[in-house]
């Protein structure tokens, strides 16, 4: 088992920004896919943002499409969300987790076998 450990999470205003980071800590490890969901209070858990890891190619949900940016970094197994224009209906608890398996998608979060313990994201208007 490899923990993820995420951060950069905090408080900002409608129309800021964040970047989270996800890293692996302790072993490295070798990942087919990276993603982020997150979950506000009173809902499921939802998909954010996917890379796949040996060719970048990235997945995003409509509601984060052209505000979100997620990208890579092999060497340091770790994962980012750059987040713009951020929204009140943004807030929530941010997570990421590892697709190991090279899955079939990376767009729910049953197909994923590790998981950070999530960061708060608060959009206040």
């Known amino acids: 088992h490899v923990p993820l450990v995420e951060s950069g999470g905090g408080l900002v205003h409608a129309g800021g920004s964040l970047r989270l980071s996800c890293a692996a800590s302790?072993?490295?490890?070798?990942?087919?896919?990276m993603g982020w969901f997150r979950q506000a209070p009173g809902k499921e858990r939802e998909f954010v943002a996917a890379?796949?890891?040996?060719?970048?190619?990235?997945y995003y949900a409509d509601s984060v499409k052209g505000r979100f940016t997620i990208s890579r970094d092999g060497p340091r197994n770790a994962v980012y969300l750059q987040m713009n224009l951020l929204k009140p209906v943004d807030t929530a608890v941010y997570y990421c987790?590892?697709?190991?398996?090279?899955?079939?998608?990376?767009?729910?979060?049953?197909?994923?076998?590790?998981w950070g313990q999530g960061t708060q994201v608060t959009v206040v208007s």
């Open positions: 987790a590892a697709d190991l398996q090279a899955s079939s998608s990376l767009e729910y979060p049953a197909y994923y076998d590790r």
């Open positions: 302790g072993r490295t490890f070798s990942s087919y896919g």
């Open positions: 890379i796949r890891w040996s060719v970048g190619s990235t």
